[in-house]
């Protein structure tokens, strides 16, 4: 393992850990170059679904783009990175337990949207909003209608079960 810091390749593992689903091993690692520590994270590598593009090409599925399009949606939201992987987690395992070999990249985004709008509303939206391309104003105010209505009958319905 190459030290982030100064390129060394000789290192020491200082602590290994389990993640909460022991699907992940986390490593603590010490540079025996420069001193320093670092933390490395093992998963198993699994054969993921192609995903297939809108315009029809193909390409292998990618963790991490669905983790970059998560953080830019909840960009500057009282939300913490843990989160944030743990949904990128759940999304790569439903794939993974679906068993297909390929998988539509609407099928991906949906996933993604619905577990933004569990999250949180305002990622969700933002997300939605470039996902679904809104063409015009209109389209994203009947976005934000559903949703209130969704927020007003989830409401509602919660006041009828205190009563």
């Known amino acids: 393992m190459k030290c982030p810091f100064c390129g060394d390749f000789d290192n020491k593992v200082v602590d290994s850990r389990l993640s909460g689903e022991s699907d992940v091993i986390r490593?603590?690692?010490?540079?025996?170059g420069c001193g320093r520590r670092f933390t490395t994270y093992e998963r198993v590598e699994d054969i993921l679904p192609m995903v297939i593009k809108k315009d029809g090409r193909r390409e292998p599925f990618d963790r991490s783009k669905i983790l970059s399009g998560i953080q830019i949606a909840c960009q500057k939201r009282p939300i913490s990175v843990t989160a944030l992987e743990e949904m990128a987690d759940r999304i790569e395992k439903a794939l993974q337990e679906k068993g297909d070999k390929e998988i539509k990249s609407s099928t991906i985004g949906e996933t993604v949207m619905q577990e933004l709008h569990d999250l949180d509303e305002v990622a969700y939206v933002r997300f939605a909003s470039v996902y679904r391309?809104?063409?015009?104003?209109?389209e994203f105010m009947a976005e934000l209608k559903d949703l209130l209505s969704e927020e007003e009958s989830r409401r509602l319905a919660e006041e009828k079960v205190r009563r």
């Open 27 to 32: 490593r603590r690692r010490e540079c025996l």
């Open 133 to 138: 391309s809104f063409k015009d104003i209109n």
